[in-house]
């Protein structure tokens, strides 16, 4: 029977990976956006046994350190800058005693700030309204076919607005927040405005860097993406993030860009 997860905690602080979790540019690896959910959600532990000290995640920044097989992989939490009203986390994934991200994250006071609150609030189409598109006739892997995905129109290359969301848990039989969850969808955005396709070029990103303005809600992930390919091996991967509710922040991936041998 296929697991209904994309981890399965094998240990404290250690998790296995389901096949739900395998990447899209090679069988025996990790696609990183549920492994990126995974991280809040340690990070999340991290923060569970203290009294609620009404600090929010409002930056989270992953740097992908080498490839991440879909192995066992350990997840160390330290705090970095202690405070009551900011706080920077980093956490460290270990596969096979290697590290392979490294994240920091940064918790603000949360405040009532609703009488000078502002900004672009354009919302995209709401997902009820639109019609599934299917990710996987274009890319491979178990995370692919795990995830539903909406375009508000017809993907294009380069430019796509789409939502995501996924039926499976992000680890089985443990509680995860909301916002471990709508961040495990959020490393999509790479992959739904696709330049170039990805049987003929490589553009896998080496980072991540989300900032949130406001906490997201669930079930949906939205991404307003464009991706944009420099003239010497770099790309960008922009996203305006969105709840039902409208924008909650920004993602940023930068790309190493090239082609694939005999492609």
């Known amino acids: 029977m296929s697991p209904d997860s994309y981890y399965e905690p094998v240990a404290d602080h250690r998790y296995k990976p389901t096949t739900h979790a395998g990447g899209a540019w090679a ?36 740097d992908i350190l080498g490839r991440l097989a879909l192995d066992e992989c350990e997840i160390e939490v330290e705090s970095v800058r202690p405070g009551r009203t900011i706080e920077l986390l980093e956490a460290v994934v270990r596969i096979a005693g290697r590290p392979v991200v490294r994240a920091r994250a940064w918790y603000l006071a949360a405040l009532d700030t609703s009488a000078v609150a502002g900004g672009p609030a354009d919302r995209l189409a709401p997902p009820v309204s639109l019609t599934p598109w299917r990710m996987s006739d274009d890319w491979p892997g178990g995370y692919i076919d795990s995830v539903e995905v909406r375009p508000v129109a017809p993907p294009r ?9 996924t039926p499976l848990d ?6 995860v927040t909301p916002l471990a969850s709508y961040l495990a969808l959020v490393d999509t955005a790479n992959g739904i405005a696709a330049r170039q396709p990805p049987t003929a070029w490589m553009f896998p990103n080496v ?23 420099g003239p010497s091996g770099q790309g960008l991967t922009g996203t305006v993030l969105h709840d ?20």
């Open 244 to 263: 039902v509710d409208g924008p909650v922040g920004h993602a940023q991936q930068i790309l190493t860009v090239r082609p694939i041998p005999g492609a």
């Open 27 to 62: 069988p025996d690896e990790q696609h990183f956006s549920p492994l990126g959910g995974l991280v809040v959600h340690a990070l999340d532990r991290h923060r569970a046994g203290r009294p609620d000290d009404g600090l929010v995640l409002s930056r989270i920044s992953y």
């Open 157 to 165: 290359p380069g430019r796509t607005a789409a939502w995501i969301s």
């Open 207 to 229: 980072d991540l860097t989300v900032h949130l303005h406001r906490q997201p809600r669930g079930p949906w992930t939205g991404l307003d993406t464009t991706v944009i390919f």
């Open 170 to 175: 992000l680890v089985a039989g443990v509680p």
